[in-house]
């Protein structure tokens, strides 16, 4: 799945650079997008071989177990860091790129327009029937209240429900199925996603063996969160009412133009777990706390989510069906309600 998304992100970057000879607020977003996922392979692949050359060393009894498990606990955590410190610099370019577009400084996409493009020993002509785009693309951004379902109830929460939050941001593409009915579109993209808990009664994260549980802390927290990281490939079933129009003889269908709604759901990895603890020391100074780990996060994450919505912004909501944890003996399964704009 990684390595397909990875090949269509690169063909639809090289598709729009010729289609219209200079990028697009849509061309560039999707190049970001494309530079997040290479780094992230890069990273876990060069961990990859890491923690293999130090099982080689430990099957040659070169170093003992305790030292294996602390060089690949060193590792991981110096790949983490270079991949938050490497798409933190992407989310930049997106940011300056959103800033741009807010501005109009960027060539807005021409969706009637027609054209002939080549790709190496392959060329096509009139892709666009009748002078209109079957597929369009989206920025998405989406926030809002995250918490944890315990035996699929979110009541008597461990973890505050003001406080816990999410936000998503990535790109879609949103193509017509049906050539002459534009009410089913098939929705599919790249997101990085973000889920903090924080837990209440001055609790945080604790990793006791295989478990993770949430235990007092003998210093008063002024805030304790729980970040994890993911990087998600969504997919849905829209139903657009947007209708279509004539113009000069052909038939227009627009997108994001009335009522909508999106039914399906999303398959990724975890990037990253954090905990931020913030107290105050003997001293009277205030410390902030970051812990990267495993913390026993599953590093696969799938699950299902829809949206509904008037034009660009939609009332959202996701539940993991894959626990947050691997092996805790209560499973507990992520869930987000919040808002969705979809910026066309």
């Not at 947007?242 to 990724?268: A, C, E, P």
């Amino acid at each position: 799945m990684r390595n397909f998304t990875f090949y269509l992100a690169g063909i639809l970057i090289l598709f729009l650079t010729q289609v219209y000879g200079q990028e697009t607020f849509e061309s560039r977003a999707r190049n970001i997008a494309f530079k997040i996922e290479s780094i992230t392979k890069e990273e876990k692949l060069a961990l990859k071989d890491e923690v293999e050359a130090v099982n080689i060393e430990l099957e040659k009894n070169q170093i003992t177990k305790e030292q294996a498990d602390e060089k690949k606990a060193k590792l991981a955590e110096v790949r983490a860091k270079n991949i938050e410190t490497r798409v933190a610099e992407m989310q930049v370019q997106l940011n300056d790129l959103v800033q741009e577009k807010v501005d109009g400084k960027i060539k807005e996409e021409d969706s009637t327009r027609r054209y002939t493009f080549t790709f190496p020993n392959m060329k096509v002509k009139d892709k666009f029937r009748n002078g209109e785009s079957r597929t369009t693309s989206q920025f998405v951004f989406a926030f809002g209240l995250n918490n944890l379902a315990t035996n699929k109830a979110v009541a008597n929460s461990d973890y505050r429900y003001w406080g816990s939050h999410f936000y998503e941001w990535g790109v879609t593409w949103n193509t017509r199925i049906l050539k002459n009915t534009n009410l089913l579109h098939a929705k599919y993209g790249m997101s990085l996603m973000y889920n903090n808990l924080r837990p209440t009664e001055n609790r945080y994260f604790v990793e006791n063996g295989n478990q993770t549980n949430l235990e007092v802390s003998a210093t008063h927290l002024s805030d304790s969160r729980f970040r994890n990281v993911y990087l998600v490939v969504p997919m849905h079933l829209e139903f657009d009412f947007s209708g279509k129009t004539q113009k000069d003889d052909r038939t227009i269908f627009r997108t994001h133009q009335s009522f909508r709604v999106g039914l399906g759901g999303y398959i990724g990895g975890n990037i990253k777990s954090k905990q931020i603890l913030c107290y105050e020391d003997e001293n009277g100074n205030d410390v902030r706390q970051k812990s990267k780990g495993d913390y026993n996060v599953n590093d696969l994450i799938y699950g299902a989510s829809a949206y509904i919505g008037y034009k660009e912004l939609s009332l959202y909501a996701k539940y993991d069906l894959s626990p947050l944890f691997r092996n805790n003996v209560v499973d507990q399964n992520n869930v987000s309600l919040g808002l969705r704009f979809d910026f066309n």
